[in-house]
């Protein structure tokens, strides 16, 4: 599968911004989901993760409660809803595509380019 992300930008804190995935190639529905972002110098983070039938989700608690992950199977789309941004979100966001439900980078198989994000004060 091809991921593509989308949806990034320069923002004021406390703005909101809409991250896009789109996918292409085998059949997006049969994997599980994730967002993942990565600061200058600091390693990549788990941001959100997403079940194949969008019924479970799970976040970092960094961002538990700012931010929603969802999914459009019909669409091939993966969404992440970010509220409430801070200057400490500033990154390059990935979407990323597993056969497990997982946290771990390790535990994906398919990555896309990221979308730069970034929060000023």
């Known amino acids: 599968v091809q991921l593509q992300a989308s949806g990034g930008g320069l923002v004021h804190t406390g703005d909101s911004l809409r991250l896009s995935c789109a996918a292409s190639g085998r059949t997006f529905s049969i994997y599980n989901m994730g967002w993942f972002r990565q600061a200058p110098g600091k390693e990549r983070e788990f941001v959100a993760a997403?079940?194949?039938?969008?019924?479970?989700?799970i976040y970092a608690d960094s961002v538990e409660g700012r931010v929603t992950i969802s999914r459009d199977n019909a669409d091939n789309a993966l969404y992440l809803q970010m509220n409430n941004l801070k200057p400490e979100d500033t990154a390059i966001y990935s979407c990323a595509a597993s056969t497990y439900y997982a946290r771990y980078p390790s535990q994906y198989n398919y990555w896309g380019h990221g979308t730069q994000v970034t929060v000023s004060s």
């Open positions: 997403i079940s194949r039938s969008g019924s479970s989700k």
